[in-house]
C-alpha cells in the first residue's frame, strides 16, 4: 500500500520569500511522485512529476521539487512566491509500473501568500 | 477545449434522489479515473477504466454506486438512493498509457440536502 504524508495543512509565506511545501511518501516499490495544484472550483493541474532520472524535477511557475529516496521526501520549492501562487497544493504518489497507475494524493496544504 | 470536461458541474439533489455525472476525456486517452474529494481531504480513488473494462474499483465504491464507459469513450458515475455522506466534488482524470499524465477535469460538486 501507498500513502502520503503532508504535514501542516497550511502554509503562509510573504511575497517573495521562499515557499516550501514538505511532503514525505511511503510506498513498497518504486515510487512515481507527482504535486498537483488546485485553485478554489477547479479541478487539479500537474505542477511537476518524478518518474526516472534527475532527482531534481523542475515544473510550472517556477516551482521544483527533489526526489530523495533516504528520506522518502519529495517537498515542493519556489525561491520567490507571488500572490497568483495562492492555491491548494497536493502531492501523490502511484505505482511504478503498475497496471492501473492510480494516484494515492495526500490531504493537501493551502498556501497563503500576504502582500 | 482539447483538456477533460464533465458535466455539470454543480449538482444539488435530495437525499434518496439518483444522479449521473459525465466525464468526457481527452480524445486519445485510453485510460479513464473517478476520483472522489471531501472538503480538506485530497482525492481519493473511486474507479479506473481501460478502453471499456472497468479494471479496478476501490472499496469506497459502494453498491449504490456504479460507473460504465461505453465504448471507451465518455464515462458516466451514477449514484443512487443519495445520502448526505456522498456530498463532495467528483473528479474525472484521463491520461495515455504508460507513464501518461493524468489529466483532471473541473470536477462536478455534488450536495445532497
Known amino acids: 500500500a501507498q500513502s502520503v504524508t503532508q504535514l501542516g495543512s497550511h502554509v503562509s509565506v510573504s511575497e517573495g520569500a521562499l515557499v516550501l511545501l514538505r511532503c514525505n511518501y511511503s510506498s513498497s516499490v518504486p515510487p512515481y511522485l507527482f504535486w498537483y495544484v488546485q485553485y478554489p472550483n477547479q479541478g487539479l493541474q500537474l505542477l511537476l512529476k518524478y518518474t526516472t532520472g534527475a532527482t531534481l524535477v523542475k515544473g510550472i511557475n517556477g516551482f521544483e521539487a527533489e526526489f530523495k529516496k533516504s528520506e522518502t521526501s519529495f517537498h515542493l520549492t519556489k525561491p520567490s512566491a507571488h500572490m497568483s501562487d495562492a492555491a491548494e497544493y497536493f502531492c501523490?504518489?502511484?505505482?511504478?509500473?503498475?497496471?492501473?497507475?492510480?494516484?494515492?494524493f495526500g490531504k493537501g496544504i493551502t498556501l497563503s501568500v500576504r502582500p | 477545449d482539447t483538456g477533460v470536461s464533465q458535466d455539470p458541474r454543480h449538482k444539488i439533489t435530495k437525499r434518496g434522489q439518483n444522479v449521473t455525472f459525465r466525464c468526457d476525456p481527452i480524445s486519445e486517452h485510453n485510460r479513464l479515473y473517478w476520483y472522489r474529494q471531501t472538503l480538506g481531504q485530497g482525492p481519493e480513488f473511486l474507479t479506473y477504466f481501460q478502453n471499456e473494462a472497468q479494471l479496478e474499483k476501490s472499496r469506497l465504491l459502494s453498491d449504490r454506486f456504479s460507473a460504465e464507459r461505453p465504448k471507451g469513450s465518455f464515462s458516466t458515475l451514477e449514484i443512487q438512493r443519495t445520502e448526505q455522506g456522498d456530498s463532495a466534488m467528483y473528479l474525472c482524470a484521463s491520461r495515455q498509457g504508460g507513464v501518461g499524465t493524468q489529466y483532471f477535469g473541473p470536477g462536478t460538486r455534488l450536495l445532497v440536502l
Open positions: 501523490a504518489v502511484s505505482d511504478r509500473g503498475g497496471a492501473n497507475s492510480k494516484l494515492t
